[in-house]
C-alpha cells in the first residue's frame, strides 16, 4: 500500500500525518522514497508476531529515517536477543531473534509441543527469524530462517536477492525462493510481479517490457554470483497475501520449483525461464 502511494504522489502536495511500515519487510528503497514523497509524514517501523500481541519492536521518526533498513528498538516492556546454536551473539553477529515479556503469549491452544518448541523454560519467545543487533541495539530483520537459500553449503537470504530485484523500477513485488537441484541442493529462483505500466498487455515500446533475462541480468549487477537467481517468473498479477498482509512463499515455492524442472525436462539452460 505504501509504495503503491508512494507511486501514485508524484510531484504531488500531500499532507499525510504518518505512515507506518509492517507485516513484512519492506523493499530498501521504499522508506526513503516515501520519506520523499510525503515529507510531513512521521514515519514509524514495527517488528512483531501474533506471539507477541503485535508490535514488540519498533521506533518512528528521525531515527526511522537514518535507519530505514531496521526495525528498531525493542518496546519498554520487551527484552531481545540474538542466538545461534545456543550462545548468544554479539552486536554485529546473526542469529536468531528471541524476545521476551508481558505481552509475550503462554502458549498454543493444546498444542504443548508446539509451545515446547516456541517457547524456553524461561520464559524466552524463538520468533524464527534471523536478525541482528548493532552497537545501540537497533534490530536488522535478515530473513525467515525458513526462508533461507541453502545452495552448496552457502546461506542465502531471500531479502537480499529481493532487494536487488526491487532496485528495478518497474519491479511492484519480488519473491526469491529455492528450487532443488541434484548437485548443490538448491538454486536460488525468484518470482516478480510487475507494476501496471508495464504489464504484458500494457500499451508501450516492446523495450520496456520487463522479461526474466533482463531481470537476470540485472541482478547480477547487484549480488554475488552464487546468490544470482538462475530462474525468474515475470507475472503480471499481484501476488497472493494472507490476511496480514504476508506474501505466500510456500505458494510461490511451489511454482518455481515446477516450472524449473519442467524446464529442466525440456533441456532448458540454468540462466532463464518463463511460465
Known sequence: MVAD???????????????MFGGAPAPDSLAPRAHAAFPTASMSQGYGLTETSSVAVGFAGEDYIERP?????????NDILIVQDGLVMRPGEVGEVW???PNIMKGYWRDPAAT???????????????????????????????????????????????????????????AAVGVPDARLGELVAAVVSVKPAFRSDAPGRKEDKVTDAGLIAFAAQRLPRFAVPVMIIVQDEPF????SGKILKADLRKVAAAAYAKRLAAGGSQQQAKL
Open 5 to 19: 502511494l508512494t507511486d501514485a504522489a508524484g510531484d504531488g502536495n500531500f499532507a499525510l500525518e504518518s505512515l
Open 69 to 77: 533498513k531496521s526495525c528498531g528498538l525493542p518496546t519498554p516492556v
Open 99 to 101: 524476545l521476551r515479556g
Open 240 to 243: 497472493e497475501r494472507t490476511p
Open 116 to 174: 515446547a518448541k516456541a517457547l524456553t523454560r524461561d520464559g524466552w519467545f524463538r520468533t524464527g527469524d534471523l536478525g541482528v543487533l548493532d552497537e545501540e541495539g537497533f534490530l536488522y530483520i535478515r530473513d525467515r530462517i525458513k526462508d533461507i537459500i541453502i545452495r552448496g553449503g552457502e546461506n542465502i537470504d531471500s531479502v537480499t536477492v529481493e532487494n536487488a530485484l526491487y532496485a528495478d523500477d518497474r519491479v511492484l513485488e519480488a
